[in-house]
C-alpha cells in the first residue's frame, strides 16, 4: 500500500537547539499533516498543510513550530527553540483529499523526538 | 464542534473470546467514521472506515456499523487473537472540510 516515510526515526536534542523533522508523503497526495503523540497517549492534531498554505493549526502548534513543503520535496516541521515538553512521537500523514472518502490518512512510522 | 468518545481506556481479553470497542461522537455535519489500530511502536493504520448508515463494514475480522440515529461507530470482532493487543482509534471526519479528529483511543490487550 502507499507509504510515507519519516527521517530520522529517532531525534535527540539538548533544549534550545533546532530540529527539523522529516516526512516523505504518498506521491499523489495533496495534504499533509502533522500529529504529536506522548508515549501511550493518543494522538494530538497540530497542523495540515495545502497548496503550500498552513490550513488549521491546534492550540499545541506553538509559535516555535513552522511547517513548510519546499518545491514538492519534503513535508518538514521545525522547531525552533525546542523545549522539554516537544519529547513525544510525531507522526506525518497525508492524505489524496480533505473531506468525505478521500480523507484516508497514511500515516508515517514516526519521529521519536528527545529533549533534554 | 466535531469530537469523538471512546470510554474505555484498556480492555483485556482472552483469547478466543469477543470484543467491542466502544466509540460514539458529535457533528452536524455528515460524518465519516474510521477506526485505525497501532501496534507497538508502529504507525497507526486504516482499519476500516464507513459512511453508510446502517451498513456493516468488514476487514480483516473487524467489523463495525455506522449508526447515525445513535452516533455510533462500535468497532467489534467475535474471536480476539494474541496479534490484536493494540492501540485502536476511533476518528472522525465530516463534509464541511475539517481534519480528523481522533479519540483517546482504547488499549486492547489480549492475553493466552
Known amino acids: 500500500g502507499p507509504k510515507v516515510l519519516q527521517i530520522p526515526s529517532h531525534q535527540i536534542i539538548d533544549m534550545g537547539q533546532m530540529v527539523t523533522l522529516n516526512c516523505d508523503p504518498v506521491?499523489?497526495?495533496?495534504?499533509f499533516y502533522w500529529y504529536k503523540q506522548i508515549l501511550g497517549q493518543q494522538m494530538e492534531f497540530l497542523v495540515n498543510?495545502?497548496?503550500?498554505?498552513?490550513?488549521?493549526k491546534s492550540k499545541l502548534f506553538k509559535d516555535q513550530f513552522s511547517v513548510e513543503r519546499p518545491d514538492g520535496s519534503y513535508f518538514t516541521l521545525k522547531i525552533q527553540p525546542t523545549a522539554l515538553e516537544d519529547s513525544a512521537v510525531y507522526f506525518c500523514?497525508?492524505?489524496?483529499?480533505?473531506?468525505?472518502?478521500?480523507?484516508?490518512?497514511?500515516f508515517g512510522p514516526g519521529t521519536r523526538l528527545l529533549v533534554l | 464542534g466535531d469530537s469523538v468518545t471512546q470510554t474505555e481506556g484498556l480492555v483485556t481479553l482472552t483469547k478466543g473470546l469477543p470484543v467491542m470497542l466502544n466509540c460514539t461522537y458529535q457533528t452536524t455535519y455528515s460524518p465519516f467514521l474510521f477506526w485505525y489500530v497501532q501496534h507497538l511502536n508502529e504507525a497507526p493504520k486504516l482499519l476500516l472506515k464507513s459512511s453508510t448508515d446502517n451498513k456493516r463494514t468488514e476487514h480483516q475480522g473487524f467489523y463495525a456499523t455506522l449508526h447515525k440515529s445513535s452516533s455510533s461507530f462500535h468497532l467489534q470482532k467475535s474471536s480476539v487473537q494474541l496479534s490484536d493487543s493494540a492501540l485502536y482509534f476511533c476518528?472522525?471526519?465530516?463534509?464541511?472540510?475539517?481534519?480528523?479528529?481522533f479519540g483517546t483511543g482504547t488499549k486492547l490487550q489480549v492475553v493466552p
Open positions: 498543510f495545502y497548496n503550500g498554505k498552513v490550513m488549521e
Open positions: 506521491s499523489n497526495h495533496l495534504y
Open positions: 476518528a472522525l471526519s465530516d463534509n464541511s472540510g475539517t481534519y480528523q479528529r
Open positions: 500523514a497525508s492524505s489524496l483529499g480533505l473531506g468525505g472518502n478521500q480523507d484516508t490518512q497514511y
